[in-house]
């Protein structure tokens, strides 16, 4: 029996060598294969993201322009060459406005002047744009301010970092 286990023993002691190193790149592997899986869901949520970035950032594009297209088209039936101070004021309506608060009173009274304006040569059409432009000029203000008032979005990424520990020199 002692000569069994001597011819044995060997071979046991291979086997549990054995076992041991290959359940250890059996370990590794499994925490090799989890920390992909980690870093592609990181890497798919920063791509889904920037994709929801990018399309807020399109989203809030689109909003503000109908404001302000609406805003110049009723400018451009404004625009004439015989009220030079009305057309200049209007070239700095904005966005950005870069009109004073004096400077948007006297609009204002300028393009009420101009609806009431009972002259023949006055369309009606530029009648109503000169009613309708202070108050598109209010919500393109107000758009403008709620776009620059929202609250941006970023993504920030924490690693664990294993630190060095130095010994404390004696």
Known sequence: MDEVIRI???ALIGAAIAFATSWFWYVQNLKSKAKERRDLAFSDMV????ELEKQIAVLGQAVQPISVAFQSMLIKELTHFHTPVMDDL???IGPPSTL?????TELAAA????AEDPGQHIPQSEREAALMLP???RRAKAEVSVQNSLPEMRLVAITKVAEEVEPAEK
């Not at 791509?47 to 920037?50: L, Q, V």
């Not at 393009?111 to 101009?114: S, T």
């Open 135 to 137: 108050y598109v000029i």
């Open 100 to 104: 004073t608060v004096e400077e948007e």
């Open 90 to 92: 209007m070239t700095r």
């Open 47 to 50: 791509r889904r993201t920037a």
């Open 111 to 114: 393009l009420k002047e101009r």
């Open 8 to 10: 044995l023993k060997p």
